[in-house]
């Protein structure tokens, strides 16, 4: 990405409340629909050492559901082995990203 490229360079950025109500900022890096799903790969904006969070390095997945009153949420991947092969998609795309700048 040159400097002009750059300047104008504007992130997606998405809020999520977590089951405490705390307000995080993610910067949705891509999504994928997969098997039925609509999958976000995330970059959190913030660091949470205790969970060993560090937004320079660690994306994480979540999948687009809805509540039972319908609304839609964002909510963590459950399935390890699907989890495995929807982040084998994102590092694909995320390479391939690479390759054109």
Known sequence: MNDNELENYDADLISLLDDEGNE???????????????????????DVPEEGIDS?????????????????????????????EIAEIFEANFDDEDLTE
């Open 24 to 46: 995080y900022e993610f910067e949705i890096l891509d999504e994928i629909d997969y098997k039925d799903g609509h999958y976000y790969a995330l970059m959190p904006l913030f």
């Open 56 to 84: 320079q390095s660690t994306y994480m997945i979540f999948e687009a559901v809805e509540d039972e009153s319908g609304e839609p949420q964002l909510a963590e991947v459950d399935d390890d082995d699907l989890l495995d």
